[in-house]
């Protein structure tokens, strides 16, 4: 069963930056739209941002200017960079993707997450 892996989590300080990646476990898989959720304790999953399959973003208010997603289509894999990260960062991040495979083969899948913890 496909899968996105989720990897580049971790401890860092605040206004640092960090970069967590998610690549399909399936490289023979078309990565069509995909986006970054994260969960926060003791909050409901949110969307910070997404990326076309034509590369066009968008992001939440709360990380526009400081974070960016960008994807590299040759490794079905997308990337978040996060910079100038805040306490409130703190959160559990999850990739949610389109893939396509043969013939009309299509699954959306999410990943397992990866913490991130920004410490003040």
């Known amino acids: 069963q496909v899968q996105l892996v989720e990897s580049g989590g971790g401890l860092v300080q605040s206004g640092g930056s960090l970069r967590l990646s998610c690549e399909s476990s399936e490289s023979i898989f078309v990565m069509g739209g995909m986006a970054w959720y994260r969960q926060r304790p003791g909050k409901k999953r949110e969307l910070v941002g997404g990326?076309?399959?034509?590369?066009?973003?968008n992001f939440a208010d709360s990380v526009k200017g400081r974070f960016a997603i960008s994807r590299d289509n040759a490794k079905t894999t997308v990337y978040l960079q996060m910079n100038s990260l805040k306490s409130e960062d703190t959160a559990v991040y999850y990739c949610?993707?389109?893939?396509?495979?043969?013939?009309?083969?299509?699954?959306?899948?999410w990943g397992l997450g990866t913490q991130v913890t920004v410490s003040s």
């Open positions: 990326i076309t399959s034509d590369g066009v973003t």
């Open positions: 949610n993707a389109d893939l396509y495979g043969r013939g009309s083969w299509y699954r959306n899948v």
